[in-house]
């Protein structure tokens, strides 16, 4: 079956301080893969999404940038934290193909202080 | 441009009470049509999945329903639980580029 694993669960970060999320999927092959984030008391926004290894799409100018170095694996990085940065993190993955199966991690709460 | 809009954004029911969620969408083209419920602080879990030719859905005490022709989709929840307080998010997709999600609905069920 897969899985899909996100950490940290909880992250207290300075402003300025770099930031790295990672995300891995388990028992799927080349998976589409998704970083949103989800403000207090708002919707989800998507950040990023990739087709595959080494392409990233971003869907919102920010702060932040994403990476995929593997076919199972998705990095939400940042070289300097902003205090607008903070907020729920949630990656995703969907099959490539159907579009049957999406699955989320279960999240990162940054808080940048 | 693809749109999931949600509505009522919030709600508060009674324990028992039975409840209707609405999602209205302009996604092109459609692929499938997916309702998640969303735990404070945790991902969003799957509750059912519509495809074009799928007009009910249930699971359990969810039930989805799809009109493609009119764009629209309702989750209805029957016989509420405390539990049941959560965020229902509407998810579309379209063909086999990203999801477009709708901002939820926020479902508070009190005793």
């Known amino acids: 079956s897969q899985t899909i694993h996100q950490w940290p669960a909880t992250l207290v970060q300075p402003v300025g301080s770099p930031l790295s999320l990672e995300c891995t999927v388990e028992?799927?092959?080349?998976?589409?893969l998704y970083w949103y984030r989800q403000a207090a008391g708002r919707g989800l926004q998507l950040l990023f999404y990739?087709?595959?290894?080494?392409?990233i799409s971003s869907e919102v100018p920010q702060n932040l940038s994403a990476s995929r170095p593997q076919d199972r694996q998705f990095i939400l990085s940042s070289k300097k934290l902003l205090l607008s940065d903070s907020g729920f993190y949630l990656c995703?993955?969907?099959?490539?193909?159907?579009?049957?199966?999406?699955?989320f991690g279960q999240g990162t709460r940054l808080t940048v202080v | 441009k693809n749109q999931v809009e949600q509505s009522p954004q919030s709600l508060i029911i009674l324990e028992g009470k039975n409840c209707t969620l609405q999602c209205n969408y302009t996604v092109s083209p459609f692929s499938n049509l997916r309702w998640y419920k969303q735990d404070t602080g945790r991902g969003p879990v799957s509750l059912t999945i519509m495809t074009f030719s799928e007009n009910t859905k249930s699971n359990g005490r969810y039930t989805a329903t799809l009109d493609a022709d009119t764009k629209q989709s309702s989750l209805h929840i029957t016989a509420s639980q405390l539990s049941d307080s959560a965020s229902y998010i509407c998810?579309?997709?379209?063909?086999?580029?990203?999801?477009?999600f709708g901002k939820g609905t926020m479902l508070l069920v009190s005793p």
């Open positions: 028992g799927t092959s080349n998976p589409n």
């Open positions: 995703a993955w969907s099959s490539g193909t159907g579009f049957r199966k999406a699955f």
């Open positions: 998810v579309v997709s379209a063909g086999y580029s990203t999801l477009t």
């Open positions: 990739s087709v595959g290894i080494g392409q």
